[in-house]
């Protein structure tokens, strides 16, 4: 992805990129993939994607489909409102004491931060919340950064001894945190409020490409429903190729055994279908 990586310039080594990409959109980056297809000589690929990797290669799929072998997806995400207050709000964490918790460190450093502008920060407005570590990240704020790297990092994270402290920045992290921080909150305000993806209204233009999904049951950060409706959209289009959706005891990584063993399967029955043609 541009912007990151091995990408230069990288918003890793340098915050000040950020400046260089500040009207990037999912449209630009799968643009970015078909020009990289193309340069390589690649007449048709698999697509691949997992979390917001999911969400782009969707995107792309969906723009491309002539280039697009199969889609392999895990942990669904589809920029919709709804996921994002299933994140970013107070009132999604109201049964989860210990989440409840790491949320009301992420919106207090945003609320503190806001009220020095003379503003009140409604701890249920996603879009408020995002925006506002938006502007804080693209100041340069570290710790901004890291406030919103580590309760990401922990919501998805079920190795206890994986989990971060938002008031203590780990320096050998901190490049993700930077980069992450800013891509995120600058794609999912542009794709999901200011220039709608609208997957499910598109699905249409996957009729001819084989999907799996392995989605995990007790993923928070990509919640199984967005899968369900991902795959019932599918299955209600008018499709020639198959979709295979598998509904899973796992978390969010792909590190996961369980989801790994999906991921394999998956690659195993693409491998398998284009091998009988």
């Known amino acids: 992805q541009r912007g990151t990586g091995y990408s230069q310039p990288s918003v890793r080594d ?28 690649i007449q048709k690929w698999l697509v691949w994607g997992g979390s917001y990797g999911s969400t782009i290669g969707l995107d792309y799929a969906m723009r491309f489909p002539e280039s697009s072998l199969s889609l392999i997806l895990r ?8 996921e994002m207050d299933e994140v970013y709000s107070k ?17 207090k450093f945003a609320a503190d931060h806001a009220s020095l502008e003379g503003r009140t920060l409604d701890p249920n407005d996603s879009y ?3 925006k506002q570590y ?16 580590a309760f990401e990092n922990n919501l998805m994270e079920e190795d206890p ?12 992290r901190f490049p993700e945190a930077q980069s992450s921080g800013f891509f995120e909150t600058r ?3 542009h794709e999901t409020w200011e220039a709608p993806s609208h997957f499910l209204e598109r699905v249409n233009r996957l009729s ?40 899973i005891e796992s978390g969010h990584e792909d590190t996961d055994p369980v989801m790994e063993s999906c991921l394999i399967e998956s690659m195993n029955e693409f491998l398998a279908s284009v091998s009988n043609q």
């Open 161 to 172: 001894d994986n989990l971060l402290d938002a008031n203590h920045i780990v320096v050998s």
């Open 75 to 82: 942990g669904i995400y589809l920029n919709t409102v709804k």
């Open 134 to 149: 938006e502007k804080m990240i693209e100041n340069g704020n570290r710790q901004a950064m890291w406030h919103w790297f």
């Open 128 to 130: 408020g919340l995002t």
């Open 14 to 41: 340098d915050w000040h990129n950020m400046e260089l990409y500040r009207n990037i959109s999912i449209e630009t980056i799968s643009n970015d993939y078909e020009k990289v297809r193309t340069y390589l000589g």
């Open 208 to 247: 001819d490409t084989p999907i799996w999904i392995c989605q995990g049951l007790r993923d928070k950060v990509c919640p199984p429903q967005n899968a369900r409706n991902l795959a019932n959209a599918l299955k209600d289009s008018s499709r020639s190729a198959p979709i295979h959706d598998r509904f």
């Open 187 to 189: 794609l999912w305000l």
């Open 91 to 107: 009132d999604a964490f109201k049964n989860d004491p210990k989440k409840l918790s790491e949320f009301i460190q992420l919106y």
